[in-house]
């Protein structure tokens, strides 16, 4: 297998990354990002460029790559500019998709990194959404609208390239140890934000099963939509027990004014994908994911409880470890120079 | 590719078959080592009881405290052909629906639950989700919002009794003169949905509920400004102030369950043919409709039965 990874420099494309350095069947892997990975890496050959349609194309004719893992689709509004957002979730896909789609190109599997949030938060929801259930109302906010239409290009490639085995995974809300998501960053304050008056059900899914799912539907063939979200459903409120949070009720109405200050005074960024889910919550079906035959470790409850713990115990020793930097010449000293010895370990 | 390219690649080491055993590198999350829980119980994390419907046992409990004795002494309800609802199985309950403020759902809800011990779910209107507080309460005293997927989703897969009022807010919303007086069952949404669970439809007539809480006015100028569907005024409200707004008149409640209706079709089909669809809903409230002059015939007063 010789694997594209986008996105190298978030999170998910490093640890991605990982998985695949450490597999036997994978021959070559390439990371493509406009900023630095943030994991080291060992054989993972990382170019930098922006997405541009030529480069792209350049880059999967010449290292003939058979999959490409697209994580880097942008789900946290709180960290860009809806103009960024954009151009990495609308354009960055599209150039991808006519990159991987090109006549003779040697793409045969793509694995797309993408969100509940395409369904949206309403009180007009079904408590479960399949992966066919529409939306009950349009898009509500910049990255809805934009994971939606970068998902309507992935539908289109799947269409046009029958050949190409195409998984799209939509995952819910992620906890972990390392992810800073809205939800991560509202349950590290001391007191955590609610609507007054609502108790919305949620799902969580850990870090680790975000990157045991990616690389299952890398490593299996599972053509086709799937939501992955842990088993369950707990409400804000648990969470925040679980999470040993007291909770700040917000006022219900004009929350998006509400929170404007506490974002001013940069307390809490609390963005409007987030609070529609502090209202309504969302759930959904993940009961197809599973029929392909994948295990989570953690379920909804599971997952919160992993990131109490984890937590703590960073509250306890600090945060674990210089973080990684990554540098030019030593990352190209270490691959290429032939007074390095390989494949000892 | 060049040779060049495949020398100097790391990917070398990989075939050297001698040592198959590939150990991961290690991994940032080695750092923190966090115990994992095992995926299937999690009742040790678990800090709540509510359910994935919604549902808290211990707030459903308090709230049949509290209702039981209004179910008992105020409203006296009384129920015929409870041998009619299913012991197990999925079941849709159809009814007819009245009062500004609904007092059918919970005495149907209250009183299959009391009498059978099998929990039923309630469909109601979505707008009440959206309101702080009561849409919370609602949903965790056993209210689910009425979407086709939940209805098919504790019909067909959890095999529960849902409760449905296919006339809306057009049977709530109705004045007093319009008493008993079936409204359209929608377009026949919930024959379709118990098409596709391969359910039976259980109708049931309840007598009482309008004289409940009668409205006497509506301000559709006003509904339209809040968006709300009716706003209401009623004769608890002209009677008793405020007060009005929560407080019922003890009119007595009578409901007769009827026998089931089973479709002979086909579950889990993309579409059903609507003129079928269509004419089992007609005949569905036109049984319900003759079921509420039959029990009016037969009742003598409003407030003994």
Not at chain 1, 67 to 76: A, E, G, M
Not at chain 1, 220 to 229: E, P, Q, R, T
Not at chain 2, 102 to 116: C, K, V
Not at chain 2, 273 to 292: F, G, P, T, Y
Request: glycine letters at 8%; a neutral charge; proline letters at 7%.
């Amino acid at each position: 297998m010789r694997v594209l990874v986008t996105g190298l420099g978030t999170f998910w494309g490093s640890r991605l990354a990982q998985e695949l350095e450490a597999r036997r069947d994978v021959e070559v892997v390439v990371g493509v990002d406009t900023i630095e990975p943030m994991l080291p890496l060992e054989r993972t050959e990382f170019v930098r460029t922006d997405s541009s349609h030529s480069i792209l194309q350049r880059i999967v004719q010449a290292t003939q790559v058979d999959t490409i893992l697209h994580t880097h689709l942008v789900v946290d509004s709180t960290k860009l500019s809806g103009r960024a957002m954009h151009e990495i979730n609308v354009i960055g896909t599209m150039n991808l998709l006519a990159a991987a789609g090109a006549a003779d190109s040697p793409v045969r599997k793509i694995v797309v990194k993408s969100s509940t949030l395409v369904y949206g938060s309403n009180y007009q929801d079904p408590y479960f959404f399949r992966e066919e259930t529409p939306r009950t109302r349009g898009p509500q906010t910049g990255i809805e609208r934009t994971l939606l239409e970068s998902e309507s290009f992935v539908r289109d490639f799947a269409e046009d390239n029958p050949h190409v085995l195409v998984t799209v995974l939509r995952f819910s809300n992620v906890l972990g140890d390392h992810m800073t998501t809205p939800f991560a960053h509202a349950l590290r304050l001391p007191a955590a934000p609610e609507l007054l008056g609502f108790d919305p059900r949620l799902q969580f899914v850990h870090e680790d099963d975000v990157v045991n799912a990616l690389m299952y539907t890398t490593t299996h063939d599972a053509a086709g939509i799937y939501n992955v979200a842990g088993d369950g459903i707990v409400t804000w409120s648990e969470v925040c027990r679980i999470m040993g949070r007291p909770r700040v009720p917000l006022p219900p109405v004009l929350a998006n004014l509400a929170v404007e200050p506490l974002r001013a005074l940069r307390l809490v960024d609390l963005p409007p994908e987030m609070l529609a889910l502090l209202r309504y919550g969302r759930g959904v079906d993940n009961s197809r994911f599973k029929r392909t035959g994948f295990r989570y470790k953690y379920t909804t409850a599971g997952t919160v409880d992993a990131f109490a713990r984890s937590l703590r115990l960073q509250r306890a020793v600090g945060s674990g470890g210089p973080e990684y930097r990554y540098e030019r010449d030593v990352e190209t000293f270490f691959r290429h120079s032939p007074a390095v010895v390989r494949g000892r370990r | 590719m060049s040779d060049q390219w495949d020398q100097q690649a790391p990917t070398v080491h990989l075939r050297d078959s001698d040592d198959l055993h590939v150990e991961a590198p290690p991994q940032s999350t080695d750092l923190v080592p966090v115990p994992q829980p095992e995926g299937e119980d999690d009742s040790l994390v678990r800090r709540g009881d509510v359910d994935a419907w919604g549902r808290s046992e211990r707030l459903r409990e308090v709230a049949r405290m509290i209702y039981d004795p209004m179910y008992r002494h105020w409203f006296r309800a009384e129920w015929e052909g409870l041998e009619h609802i299913p012991r197990e199985g999925g079941a849709l309950l159809v009814a007819n629906h009245a009062a500004a403020i609904p007092s059918d759902a919970p005495t149907i809800m209250h009183g299959i639950e009391t009498e059978l011990q099998r929990p039923v779910y309630g469909l109601a209107e979505n707008l009440l989700r959206a309101i702080p507080m009561l849409g919370t309460i609602w949903s965790r005293v056993g209210g689910v919002p009425a979407h086709p997927d939940n209805a098919y989703r504790l019909l067909h897969d959890d095999h529960q009794l849902v409760l449905v009022f296919p006339e809306g807010t057009k049977g709530t919303g109705k004045l007093y003169r319009d008493r008993y007086k079936l409204n359209r069952f929608g377009r026949g949404g919930f024959v379709e949905i118990a098409m596709r669970a391969g359910v039976p439809v259980v109708p049931i007539a309840v007598v009482g509920a309008e004289e409940s809480m009668p409205m006497v006015w509506k301000s559709p100028r006003l509904a339209k400004l809040l968006n709300v569907p009716y706003v209401p005024v009623t004769a608890n409200m002209l009677l008793f102030g405020p007060a009005g707004l929560f407080l019922y008149l003890p009119a007595k409640f009578k409901l007769r369950v009827l026998p089931p209706v089973e479709f002979d079709v086909p579950p889990d089909q993309e579409r059903y043919s609507r003129s079928r669809v269509m004419d089992e809903a007609e005949h569905i409230r036109e049984r319900i409709q003759h079921a509420l002059f039959d029990m009016l015939r037969a009742r003598r007063s409003v407030w003994a039965g």
